[in-house]
């Protein structure tokens, strides 16, 4: 990159800074409300704004990865196995109770003692929700 490409390229990162500094660090919950709010409008135009949208993203993540009001979520995301959260995942985001995996799972019971940790998703439960849900397999490991 010659001097004056790299000259330019800076000057606009300079801007950028100025304009979004909270792409950089989120210091406080005021500033996390903010940077949420920014990424949803720069959401109506994704493409557009992908780069400044993933500079946010990235902020926000290290923010809420270790900002104190945070711990208690982060740790219960961790504590919970991915299969159970992926289904759970899937639950909330087709609105489904423990009673509409009939075919792919059984019984209500079983989803719940699945759902609560005391049994576990089996390699063919993995595959008929894969199937329902159009999802990699993957994501349940």
Same mark, same amino acid.
């Given at each position: 990159?010659?001097?004056?490409? &790299?000259?330019?390229?800076?000057?606009?990162?300079?801007?950028? %800074?100025?304009?979004?500094?909270?792409?950089?660090?989120? $210091?406080?919950? $005021?500033? &996390?409300? =903010?940077? +949420?709010?920014?990424?949803?409008?720069?959401?109506? /135009?994704?493409?557009? *704004?992908?780069?400044?949208?993933?500079? +946010?993203?990235?902020?926000?993540?290290?923010?809420?990865?270790?900002? /104190?009001?945070?711990?208690?979520?982060? =740790?219960?995301?961790? /504590?919970?196995?991915?299969?159970?959260?992926?289904?759970?995942?899937?639950?909330?985001?087709? %609105?489904? *109770?423990?009673? /509409?995996?009939?075919?792919?799972?059984?019984?209500?019971?079983?989803?719940? =003692?699945? +759902? *609560?940790?005391?049994?576990?998703?089996?390699?063919?439960?993995?595959? *008929?929700?894969?199937?329902?849900?159009?999802?990699?397999?993957?994501?349940?490991?």
């Amino acid at each position: 990159m010659n001097f004056e490409r &790299h000259s330019q390229v800076a000057s606009l990162i300079t801007e950028l %800074n100025h304009a979004f500094p909270l792409a950089r660090e989120i $210091r406080n919950t $005021r500033e &996390h409300a =903010q940077a +949420l709010e920014q990424v949803e409008d720069l959401l109506e /135009d994704y493409e557009t *704004n992908y780069i400044l949208i993933e500079a +946010l993203s990235a902020s926000i993540e290290r923010y809420e990865s270790s900002a /104190d009001e945070f711990s208690a979520f982060n =740790q219960r995301q961790t /504590d919970i196995e991915p299969a159970v959260a992926t289904l759970r995942f899937l639950m909330e985001q087709h %609105n489904l *109770n423990t009673t /509409d995996f009939e075919n792919e799972i059984g019984k209500k019971s079983l989803v719940s =003692q699945i +759902l *609560n940790g005391h049994k576990q998703l089996t390699r063919r439960h993995i595959e *008929n929700l894969a199937a329902r849900f159009a999802i990699s397999p993957a994501l349940f490991f």
